[in-house]
């Protein structure tokens, strides 16, 4: 039997191990800075017009009416305070009414958030960006580059790729590695699909561990560093989270970055709660509108199925306001509400050019979690400030955020297919046009 103070000795060392452990996970800390949470304002109060904004509510409810769009949900922020905040149309083809806490499928606005956790765990020094991947995941040693298919039996043969790929390869899409079942090669769609490859949007017991390491063992598209070529890398960095952290990597995103933000309805799967609030994909069929049906995914998957599947590339479910929080993080340079998630020098890394002129032309640039405007870009007009940041997903929502300005436009759409949509870009330029100061 232990004595007194061998007790008392045992629990302080088990405080001290929690304390320590504690310390050891929690990537977000307290900052000497303290920007408010997103808050309602008058548009007049920091600079912009109404009557202008007037004119982007006529454009949405113009592009309903001439059945571009079934529903719209769209949120201008200036300044730190939310300006617009409207929602038009149907949530689905029975005809209910779009609200503005709506939940949409965002999909590849995943990758941003996929990239901020990355970044969480390499401030903490876990790994360098140049850093081979194999290092952490095995099965992604000696990587292969296509070389030649056959198209009666999908066989293939590779050659040795020049260059193992990087934690920086992943983040801007210059991996060599493919997409599935919407990559532009049809030779890597069919070898993914016959390996079993899982990359989004499914209802099934899959785990993102077990599709990666197949991944590993797949060929790629050309040499690491070589081209552009939007992929599965930020899926396999959700992985990577997991193993560098310990954690799940749904655990981690809402440990880490949901929770501190306070991003209540953001999620790789809605719960009970929210359902209802989730937007029906619509798809337009002879001039209708109709709920679209499971295809190579099922539509429904952030409420149904095993969801199991953590995809860092496109699983996210989430509102217009939880991703303008998000985004409103970046503009304050990695601090909201008193919590620093990345410091000020990591945003700055992040929104550099990672990828010279391989994306984008002279316009944009890719950083380490968005597309970026150039100077360039700024002056063709329509697209923002130099260093306004970007990406959308693909059931057609687009956002940006200008740091200059400190602006905010994000525009939430549920549809799927050619529809002649035309309110991504008209809503960008026409919020920029919007500032009167």
């Not at 769009?69 to 929602?87: F, M």
């Not at 090669?185 to 099934?204: H, N, S």
């Amino acid at each position: 039997m232990l004595s007194p103070y061998l007790i008392k000795l045992k629990q302080g060392l088990t405080g001290l191990l929690f304390f320590a452990c504690t310390i050891a996970f929690q990537a977000q800390t307290t900052s000497s800075q303290h920007s408010e949470p997103l808050s309602e304002a008058a548009p007049e109060s920091v600079g912009i017009s109404s009557e202008r904004l007037e004119k982007i509510s006529e454009m949405i409810q113009s592009s309903i009416d001439e059945n571009q769009i079934p529903g719209a949900v769209a949120l201008i922020a200036k300044d730190g305070k939310i300006i617009y905040l409207k929602a038009f149309g149907k949530a689905n083809a029975e005809g209910k009414e779009l609200e503005k806490d709506a939940v949409f499928r965002i999909a590849s606005q995943t990758k941003a958030i996929t990239s901020t956790a990355v970044m969480m765990l390499w401030e903490e020094g876990k790994f360098q960006l140049d850093d081979p991947v194999s290092k952490y995941i095995p099965e992604f040693e000696n990587p292969q580059v296509l070389e030649s298919f056959n198209e009666a039996d999908s066989s293939y043969t590779t050659k040795p790729a020049d260059k193992e790929i990087t934690i920086r390869h992943l983040l801007t899409h210059t991996s060599g590695l493919g997409y599935g079942m919407i990559d532009s090669d049809p030779r890597i769609r069919k070898i993914y699909q016959k390996a079993g490859v899982t990359e989004l949007f499914t209802t099934a017991n899959v785990k993102i561990g077990e599709v990666i390491k197949k991944l590993g063992k797949l060929p790629l598209h050309h040499n690491p560093g070589e081209k552009f070529t939007y992929s599965m890398g930020l899926d396999v960095l959700g992985y990577f989270v997991e193993v560098v952290s310990g954690q799940s990597f749904s655990d981690y995103l809402e440990e880490h970055i949901f929770d501190p933000l306070e991003m209540e309805d953001t999620h790789f799967y809605q719960p009970e709660g929210s359902k209802e609030r989730l937007v029906s994909v619509q798809v337009k069929e002879g001039g209708q509108w109709k709920n679209l049906e499971p295809t190579f995914y099922d539509p429904d998957y952030p409420i149904k199925g095993a969801q199991t599947f953590y995809s860092g590339g496109a699983g996210l479910s989430s509102t217009a306001e939880d991703y303008a929080t998000f985004l409103q993080m970046y503009l304050n340079k990695g601090e909201l509400n008193g919590t620093r998630l990345l410091s000020r020098t990591t945003i700055n890394s992040i929104l550099g050019n990672h990828t010279e002129d391989l994306f984008g032309g002279k316009n944009k640039y890719h950083g380490l979690a968005f597309g970026v405007v150039t100077p360039e870009g700024q002056d063709m007009g329509g697209i923002g400030s130099t260093g306004t940041f970007d990406w959308g997903g693909y059931f057609n929502t687009q956002y940006f955020a200008d740091p200059e300005e400190d602006v905010i436009g994000i525009i939430m759409k549920q549809t799927s297919g050619g529809t002649g949509d035309q309110t991504g870009w008209k809503f960008r330029q026409m919020v920029m046009a919007s500032i009167d100061d």
